[in-house]
T-cell receptor, first 113, second 113 residues
Framework: AQSVTQLGSHVSVSEGALVLLRCNYS??????LFWYVQYPNQGLQLLLK??????LVKGINGFEAEFKKSETSFHLTKPSALMSDAAEYFC???????????FGAGTRLTVKP | DAGVTQSPTHLIKTRGQQVTLRCSPK?????VSWYQQALGQGPQFIFQ???????QRGNFPDRFSGHQFPNYSSELNVNALLLGDSALYLC????????????FGPGTRLLVL
């Protein structure tokens, strides 16, 4: 069965610093992988997704993630954090034969001035 | 182009009551999925509707049921409400293709007293 583990429920960075949010997945087949962001009292917004092809995926707001099959990881990065990046981030996996998504528990990103 | 809409935004019920939540998908989408997001957790997949039928289901009891209408809108029904059903209920719409991006609505926050 597919599952997602997000390492670190809270991550705090300074404005301008590198953002690294970790995600490891478990799947019996090559998965589709997603990162979503959730701002307070809002729904989820897609940042980026991996389906096939290039393993480095670029998303919105300067975020990118790299699919590493050997490490079963899909970590999210951004070179320079903005105050507006403060939010909850969710990694999700969807197996190719099943069109539902399994989410991780989320990582709350705090950006300090 | 309207995105995914959900109603109501907030709801308060008492234990044992029944509740119906509503979702209108993004224009052009034919598949609706429902998720439950408890406080401080990631969304949990409840079920998915396509062509007015439940296609996949997560690990939720039969108290949770749904419906999809010919215009692709959907309802989530929860019977015999428990305190533990208090959560944010998210609706997501997509096309019926594996790995398609799911677009989320703002959610309905249900409080069971």
């Amino acid at each position: 069965a597919q599952s997602v583990t997000q390492l670190g429920s809270h991550v705090s960075v300074s404005e301008g610093a590198l953002v690294l949010l970790r995600c490891n997945y478990s799947s019996s087949v090559p998965p589709y992988l997603f990162w979503y962001v959730q701002y307070p009292n809002q729904g989820l917004q897609l940042l980026l997704k991996y389906t096939t092809g290039a393993t480095l995926v670029k998303g919105i707001n300067g975020f990118e993630a790299e699919f590493k099959k050997s490490e079963t990881s899909f970590h999210l990065t951004k070179p320079s954090a903005l105050m507006s990046d403060a939010a909850e981030y969710f990694c999700a996996v969807s197996e190719r034969a099943i069109n539902d998504m399994r989410f991780g528990a989320g990582t709350r990103l705090t950006v300090k001035p | 182009d309207a995105g995914v809409t959900q109603s109501p935004t907030h709801l308060i019920k008492t234990r044992g009551q029944q509740v119906t939540l509503r979702c209108s998908p993004k224009s052009g989408h034919d598949t609706v999925s429902w998720y439950q997001q408890a406080l401080g957790q990631g969304p949990q997949f409840i079920f998915q509707y396509y062509e007015e039928e439940e296609r996949q289901r997560g690990n939720f009891p039969d108290r949770f049921s749904g419906h999809q209408f010919p215009n692709y809108s959907s309802e989530l029904n929860v019977n015999a409400l428990l305190l533990g059903d208090s959560a944010l209920y998210l609706c997501a719409s997509s096309l019926r293709q594996i790995g398609e991006t799911q677009y989320f609505g703002p959610g309905t926050r249900l409080l069971v007293l």
